[in-house]
Nanobody, 128 residues
Framework: QVQLVESGGGVVQAGESLTLTCSAS????????????MGWFRQASGREREFVAG????????VYADSVKGRFTIYRNNAKNTVSLLMNDLKPDDTAVYYC?????????????????WGQGTQVTVSA
């Protein structure tokens, strides 16, 4: 069973930065987490979960939601089985619970249903 644990959330002021990290464990050596695409999603209070960023297994491809493009950067360290989300120039609209997810293949997807495993989420609050 794959476990994903997010860390790095917190309360910041608008314009500040945060880095979220997701640590993966539980995969067998024959199918390590490094072989799977990863994504970050977020869910604000009263709203549906939305895709934020995705990265494929080799880091050769990434994608971002329009709302975070140019401000957020997703990257991974396969040796450590981690994926991170660097969030710069945070805005109050970025306030949400952020979830990392592991996809069902080597690629990322913008659709939550194509991710097999999810973390429990970490809260990010941005004050004006």
């Amino acid at each position: 069973q794959v476990q994903l644990v997010e860390s790095g959330g917190g309360v910041v002021q608008a314009g500040e930065s945060l880095t979220l990290t997701c640590s993966a464990s539980g995969r067998t050596s024959g199918h390590p987490s490094s072989m799977y695409g990863m994504g970050w999603f977020r869910q604000a209070s009263g709203r549906e979960r939305e895709f934020v960023a995705g990265i494929n297994w080799s880091s050769s491809a990434t994608v971002y939601a329009d709302s975070v493009k140019g401000r957020f950067t997703i990257y991974r360290n396969n040796a450590k089985n981690t994926v991170s989300l660097l969030m710069n120039d945070l805005k109050p609209d970025d306030t949400a619970v952020y979830y990392c997810a592991q996809s069902s293949s080597r690629d990322y997807y913008g659709t939550a249903s194509l991710y097999d495993y999810w973390g429990q989420g970490t809260q990010v609050t941005v004050s004006a």
